[in-house]
């Protein structure tokens, strides 16, 4: 993975002191917390129900075990023993005192860690499918482009107070599991006709209030190009993008009332524009970034599938674990292992100081030291021997890391809600817990297939609702709750948003609502159909009538 | 208000901000608004003294580019902190445009945007009246080196990463 140079050590380092100053100036009174605001905000501190929260950049998703065991730590020491990965691979920490905050900052970067970027109407941390690297149906390793777009966005001078936040994703696969159709710039690794290798680039996805999907803007942009195109793209936005309302500024907006092809044509004038002044990247630093990707030291090695299949037989929570939570690698005889975060009744995406040190040494002792983290909230070892997944299955299972649920129904994304946010119309947490226990069982989890619910507690969408093959929005009505259902929405190449199948339900409903839409689904699928085939064969209608004919 | 200049600290306002209204001064340096720019250009270009031009931050810079060279002084809007659009007219200006004379932050200027300021080319700024000018410039140097190219002309992270190898400046 990218190691810091002394440029990169020295710019976080001075960042931190920046901030040290500013957090200086707020405790002595010199700003105002209206003043301190926005100088916060850029570097991922939030005020939230009950304390300060501090948001920290894990950039596409990817961690050493050196770092991690500094999120424990830190977790350990300024906060309450645990931290709560997002649905854009950062991870927060909810209890800081803001007195503390530079301190951890400082303890960051002396990890090549920060918090730059991490909230704010900037361009936000950039992330990256979680299997990069390793995924079998990869075109190009997306990493190197994300580093080099990190560095880029870096404090950029002139997109530092933009319309609204700004985030960019990006996949080399032929499958999108970085749901990059629903960021502002989405952008997909792919092979034209000549065999060259380049961008396909998509603006204007999002979720929020107005859910939307991304257009593609360019269907095939050299590699070299990205930059100067990014910029062009950013530079439009910047001058163009709405700022009188601050749920139009999102560039969607921008996109959806100018018309693609009309910001296309703006885009490309600018980029024809800008390209003579524009400091294009040495390719030596392309080179650079590039080599801190090469692959670790595999061992040749053959599948061990009649292993696996003896070992399965004979354990099957390990039969279970293995065929919902690991993925195929493109190395013969390695294996991706995904480690739910979402313990059955548990809360998607937290994670104790104690575990977080567990998983890195896992990493260390049955990987190359490198752990993922995914934008559905949970955590990867990436390079697992086959041979000794069995070992390292029994090893989650004496920390509670071995929840056979990956991509199945209790594989739950969820923001944090009314427990914890500011911005909460309702809680989130307490229903994502109380349908992973409804449905707790792992035999029919695995018959029911793959099922991605999402929670939000906010028309904001941080759980990502408007794409869950079953979406629920919390909202308040005259003081009590109410869970708004969607179904149909997904994120991935094939994206769609999901429909409202009609009236809410109360806090109490929702758990059942849920399960009738999973029975509907039962009664009513083909064989290997999984739930969102179904939905997108039959419609709504038959959801429709077993959720409300009785009513 | 106060002035100040990136390399030069607190300066005196030289230049008669005027109104649409009021009669021109003869020989003054003046900054007028876009709307008398638009309606009395011909006089403007004509008349003795420096012209400085305040450009709404709604307006291209593409609008005023072949006038660039009668303007000494382009006043650059930040109605609020966060309003940002400014900061692409001051690159376009100087890198694009070409634009050599003065480019001043009006508004909302407060200290922890100078440095992203300068590095799109703006050189003068207008300071709240109490502001501490001196703690006000430690700004500029909070960061050694940055990763953009900009309008400031300083030599990337990138390009210094790999001046050995390709001779760069």
């Keep these: 993975m990218y190691?810091?140079?002394?440029?990169?050590?020295?710019?976080?380092?001075?960042?931190?002191?920046?901030?040290?100053?500013?957090?200086?100036?707020?405790?002595?009174?010199?700003?105002?917390?209206?003043?301190?605001?926005?100088?916060?905000?850029?570097?991922?501190?939030?005020?939230?129900?009950?304390?300060?929260?501090?948001?920290?950049?894990?950039?596409?998703?990817?961690?050493?075990?050196?770092?991690?065991?500094?999120?424990?730590?830190?977790?350990?020491?300024?906060?309450?023993?645990?931290?709560?990965?997002?649905?854009?691979?950062?991870?927060?920490?909810?209890?800081?005192?803001?007195?503390?905050?530079?301190?951890?900052?400082?303890?960051?970067?002396?990890?090549?860690?920060?918090?730059?970027q991490t909230s704010g109407a900037c361009i936000r941390n950039v992330t990256a499918d979680q299997f990069s690297g390793v995924a079998k149906d990869e075109i190009e390793d997306p990493r190197p482009w994300a580093e080099i777009i990190r560095q880029w966005s870096s404090l950029h001078p002139e997109f530092t107070f933009l319309p609204r936040k700004f985030k960019v994703s990006i996949t080399g696969s032929s499958e999108d599991r970085a749901a990059i159709k629903v960021h502002d710039i989405g952008l997909a690794l792919k092979k034209n006709d000549h065999g060259d290798i380049g961008f396909e680039v998509m603006v204007g996805g999002g979720q929020g209030r107005t859910p939307m999907l991304a257009q593609t803007i360019r269907d095939f942009l050299p590699k070299s190009e990205i930059l100067p195109y990014l910029e062009a793209i950013m530079r439009v936005y910047n001058q163009f993008g709405r700022r009188d309302n601050k749920y139009k500024a999102r560039i969607k907006i921008l996109v959806h009332e100018t018309g693609i092809e009309k910001l296309r044509s703006l885009v490309e004038a600018e980029y024809e524009a800008l390209r003579a002044s524009f400091i294009d990247l040495p390719q030596a630093e392309v080179s650079r970034i590039q080599n801190?990707?090469?692959?670790?030291?595999?061992?040749?090695?053959?599948?061990?599938?009649?292993?696996?299949?003896?070992?399965?037989?004979?354990?099957?929570?390990?039969?279970?674990?293995?065929?919902?939570?690991?993925?195929?690698?493109k190395q013969p005889g390695y294996a991706v292992v995904t480690i739910s975060l979402k313990p059955i009744g548990g809360i998607p995406g937290d994670i104790s100081s104690d575990q977080m040190d567990y998983v890195a040494d896992l990493s260390e002792?049955?990987?190359?030291?490198?752990?993922?983290?995914?934008?559905?909230?949970?955590?990867?070892?990436?390079?697992?021997?086959?041979?000794?997944?069995?070992?390292?299955?029994?090893?989650?299972?004496?920390?509670?890391?071995?929840?056979?649920?990956?991509?199945?129904?209790?594989?739950?994304?969820?923001?944090?809600?009314?427990?914890?946010?500011?911005?909460?119309?309702?809680?989130?947490?307490?229903?994502?817990?109380?349908?992973?226990?409804?449905?707790?069982?792992?035999?029919?989890?695995?018959n029911i297939g793959p099922l991605k619910i999402k929670i939000s507690g906010c028309i904001n969408a941080c759980g990502h609702h408007h794409v869950g093959h079953i979406g629920i929005l919390g909202l308040e009505r005259k003081g009590e709750e109410h869970y708004q259902l969607s179904l149909g929405g997904h994120a991935g190449f094939e994206a769609s948003i999901g429909k409202i199948v009609g009236p809410s339900f109360k806090e109490h409903q929702i758990v059942d609502a849920v399960e009738t839409v999973v029975q509907t689904y039962l009664d009513l699928r083909t064989e290997d159909e999984i739930f969102l085939d179904t939905y997108r064969r039959l419609g709504d209608t038959p959801f429709k009538e077993a959720l409300y004919a009785a009513a | 208000m106060q002035l100040l200049k990136k390399d030069q600290g607190l300066i005196e306002e030289t230049w008669v901000h005027c109104t649409d209204l009021e009669p021109l001064p003869v020989s003054e340096n003046i900054i007028v608004g876009y709307g008398r720019w638009?309606?009395?250009?011909?006089?403007?270009?004509?008349?003795?003294?420096?012209?400085?031009?305040?450009?709404?931050?709604?307006?291209?810079?593409?609008?005023i580019s072949d006038k660039l060279d009668h303007l000494s002084l382009i006043l650059l809007d930040f109605p609020a902190f966060n309003d940002g659009r400014a900061y692409s007219q001051a690159q376009l200006l100087r890198n694009r445009y070409g634009f050599k004379g003065e480019l001043r932050a009006s508004g909302h200027v407060l200290r922890d945007q100078l440095a992203f300021m300068a590095r799109c080319g703006i050189d003068c700024f207008e300071l709240p009246l109490h502001?501490?000018?001196?703690?006000?410039?430690?700004a500029f140097s909070d960061f050694s080196n940055m990763y953009q190219g900009a309008a400031d002309g300083f030599a990337t992270i990138a390009q210094k990463r790999h001046l050995d190898q390709t001779g760069a400046e």
């Design chain 1, 3 to 116: 190691q810091y140079d002394g440029f990169d050590q020295e710019f976080v380092r001075q960042r931190s002191a920046q901030f040290r100053d500013q957090v200086k100036r707020r405790l002595s009174g010199a700003l105002s917390e209206a003043e301190f605001k926005p100088l916060r905000l850029m570097n991922g501190v939030y005020l939230e129900l009950h304390a300060y929260l501090l948001r920290v950049a894990i950039p596409y998703g990817t961690l050493s075990s050196q770092q991690l065991k500094r999120l424990a730590m830190i977790g350990r020491k300024w906060d309450r023993g645990y931290g709560h990965f997002t649905t854009r691979q950062n991870i927060q920490f909810n209890w800081p005192k803001l007195e503390d905050i530079p301190d951890m900052l400082d303890s960051l970067a002396e990890v090549e860690m920060h918090a730059i």
């Design chain 1, 292 to 329: 801190f990707f090469t692959a670790p030291p595999y061992q040749n090695l053959e599948d061990q599938e009649a292993l696996l299949n003896q070992q399965a037989q004979q354990n099957t929570g390990f039969g279970q674990w293995l065929q919902a939570n690991r993925t195929g690698h």
């Design chain 1, 365 to 446: 002792r049955y990987g190359f030291g490198e752990i993922r983290v995914t934008h559905e909230q949970n955590l990867v070892l990436p390079d697992i021997r086959q041979d000794q997944l069995f070992d390292l299955y029994q090893d989650l299972v004496s920390q509670g890391l071995a929840t056979a649920n990956a991509g199945l129904i209790s594989d739950i994304i969820s923001c944090p809600g009314m427990d914890y946010c500011a911005l909460a119309t309702a809680r989130s947490i307490p229903i994502a817990q109380a349908l992973s226990r409804r449905f707790e069982d792992i035999t029919s989890q695995q």
């Design chain 2, 38 to 63: 638009l309606n009395e250009q011909e006089t403007l270009l004509k008349r003795n003294g420096l012209l400085g031009l305040e450009l709404p931050n709604d307006v291209s810079p593409a609008d």
């Design chain 2, 131 to 138: 502001a501490p000018a001196q703690e006000w410039s430690k």
